[in-house]
């Protein structure tokens, strides 16, 4: 098994910045993916930004420039850096670990933009 524990989730003034970051504890293994998803109120879940075990890294249309998401494999944690955040990045940010075809979730943590 796997566990996720998720932080840094918070309320922030339009054009600010926040740092959510995630620790993986459990049985894992040197080749896996973490990432972000995020889900909004009445909105399915989006993911966000991946990273794999070789630090390649993806993202979603509408965060690209903005979020860099980035993991230390050592101690088996991923962060994403949100810049010039927006109303619209409102939602619950979920962190997830997919290993050998398994996907893993954290519990959440919510992220409010609003002035």
């Known amino acids: 098994q796997v566990q996720l524990v998720e932080s840094g989730g918070g309320l922030v003034q339009p054009g600010g910045s926040l740092r959510l970051s995630c620790a993986a504890s459990?049985?894992?293994?040197?080749?896996?993916?973490m990432g972000w998803y995020h889900e909004a109120p009445g909105k399915q879940r989006e993911l966000v930004a991946t990273?794999?075990?070789?630090?390649?890294?993806d993202y979603v249309d509408s965060v690209k420039g903005r979020f860099t998401i980035s993991r230390d494999n050592a101690k088996n944690t991923v962060s994403l850096h949100m810049n010039r955040l927006k109303p619209e990045d409102t939602a619950v940010y979920y962190c997830?670990?997919?290993?050998?075809?398994?996907?893993?979730w954290g519990q959440g943590t919510q992220v409010t933009v609003s002035s």
């Open positions: 990273i794999t075990n070789r630090g390649s890294t």
């Open positions: 997830y670990l997919r290993q050998y075809g398994n996907m893993y």
């Open positions: 459990g049985s894992i293994f040197s080749i896996y993916t």
